[in-house]
């Protein structure tokens, strides 16, 4: 019997760690990609053909594609170099289309050169201008023609105003709107963003906590009173349901993060939840209700969230160790340019959050899931990315040193040198 031929590789990586984030956890040494998908991991010196590019990695780690499940990277694109929580600073105005595609293009550079290979932008729509338009969802459309988007792309609609209110008569007509048409694989538009709240340190987050004024905040969404604006949220994610969207609601304060739960179900998320409570993670939990958090923010706003409220309620916020210990489906992103979209940034600052001490390689693996594996199952495309496995698209970035030999708090060191999005090497430092 004649053996089978193996179809040389368009790219094979050896020489170091891949860490494929597997259900298993396996680590490899080599990994080959053919067509812009995973063809085989480990021993992998049998794909090596006359036309294959070969790299080293020189003891270098793999990991798969970093995927921020909350990024806003026209309005990133905009303030670049400049975080919202930072130094005073004018953004660039997103006012044409060549506007919006420099914004969107600089953005993926952004990503690029940061190992991020698929981000969530999270809030574009008709009620919106700049960088937060409808308009950007079509230039991402036309990027995406002409083969220029160098991440891949989930977008969540916004039928309000970003952090502001929304109606449910503007929600209802905002979901009959079409959306480009896109391979979803680069460009696809899963569901919708909506405003439950504020956030505490701007006393808008509706919470029981009483603030500085008197005040307990109040649900953004239109209606004379709590019940009927509650009710109104409730209508929102049942139409969204209904049109075969995933839901993810800003909530911050513990009150609306309770309203919101009435409705939402499996695969839909909440997003921030500096508030929560463990009788909620537990019910999130039950219902495989996802978090998306930002620990960057956490250990910025904390002080913030004390002035606005108090010591006792700040020390509770944002509680990631029962988070983890409950099983509630997470991911960390960034909400960049609110703070610096850096990766290793944030899980420096989870390792804050938890009191990491020195280096915890089974801690920084479960937190490196939370930006794959967790996060492509967020944006509903686990099956086809999120870990190197074969058959699966060659999305990965290429470190230093291996983020699991070194402490937490200092991965923010740890070079990213190599960044591969479809099998197609777009960044190399």
């Given at each position: 019997m004649t053996a089978q031929r193996i179809r040389p590789a368009d790219l094979v990586v050896q020489g170091g760690v891949v860490r494929t984030f597997d259900a298993a956890g396996t680590v490899v040494d080599g990994l080959a990609v053919r067509d812009g998908r995973v063809a085989a991991v480990g021993d992998v010196t049998g794909h090596i053909g006359p036309d294959t590019e070969v790299l080293d990695l020189a003891g270098r780690t793999v990991l798969p594609g970093i995927n921020d499940a909350h990024l806003?990277?026209?309005?990133?694109?905009?303030?670049?170099?400049?975080?919202?929580?930072?130094?005073?600073h004018e953004e660039a105005p997103v006012v044409t289309a060549e506007d919006r595609r420099a914004a969107i293009l600089r953005a993926g550079d952004v990503c690029a050169a940061l190992g991020i290979t698929s981000y969530t932008e999270p809030g574009l729509g008709p009620g919106e201008s700049g960088c937060f338009s409808t308009e950007v969802l079509e230039e991402y459309a036309a990027l995406h023609r002409g083969g220029r988007l160098r991440a891949r792309v989930t977008v969540l609609r916004l039928f309000g105003l970003l952090d502001g209110a929304s109606s449910l008569a503007d929600f209802a007509r905002g979901l009959a709107t079409p959306v480009p048409e896109a391979d979803?694989?680069?460009?696809?538009?899963?569901?919708?963003?909506i405003f439950a709240d504020g956030i505490p340190p701007m006393r808008t987050a509706w919470t029981h906590h009483c603030y500085a004024d008197g005040t307990h905040g109040a649900l953004l969404v239109d209606g004379p009173g709590d019940d009927e604006r509650a009710a109104a949220l409730a209508s929102m994610i049942s139409l969204a349901h209904e049109a075969g969207l995933v839901v993810g609601v800003h909530a911050t304060g513990e009150r609306s993060i309770e309203a919101a739960l009435e409705g939402l179900r499996a695969g839909d998320h909440i997003v921030h939840g500096d508030l929560v409570t463990?009788?909620?993670?537990?019910?999130?939990?039950?219902?495989?209700?996802?978090?998306?958090?930002?620990?960057?923010?956490?250990?910025?706003?904390?002080?913030?969230?004390?002035?606005?409220?108090?010591?006792?309620v700040a020390a509770k916020a944002w509680p990631l160790r029962e988070i983890l210990d409950l099983g509630v489906q997470l991911t960390l992103?960034?909400?960049?340019?609110?703070?610096?979209?850096?990766?290793?940034?944030?899980?420096?600052?989870?390792g804050e959050l938890l009191g990491a001490r020195g280096v915890t390689p089974e801690l920084t693996e479960r937190l490196l899931r939370c930006y794959t594996t967790e996060a492509a199952a967020q944006d509903g495309s686990a099956a086809w990315k999120g870990s190197l496995e074969p058959g699966k698209v060659a999305d990965f970035c290429v470190?230093?040193?291996?983020?699991?030999?070194?402490a937490l708090a200092d991965l923010p060191s740890v070079a990213v040198e190599v960044t591969v999005t479809g099998g197609r090497v777009v960044h190399k430092g």
């Open positions: 806003h990277a026209a309005w990133l694109g905009a303030r670049w170099p400049h975080p919202l929580l930072g130094a005073p979803p694989e680069w460009l696809a538009v899963t569901g919708v963003k463990p009788t909620q993670l537990r019910r999130m939990a039950a219902r495989r209700v996802g978090l998306t958090t930002q620990p960057a923010i956490a250990t910025a706003m904390r002080p913030m969230v004390a002035t606005a409220l108090d010591d006792d992103s960034s909400d960049a340019p609110v703070v610096t979209p850096d990766w290793r940034v944030h899980l420096a600052a989870a470190l230093a040193a291996d983020p699991c030999a070194v």
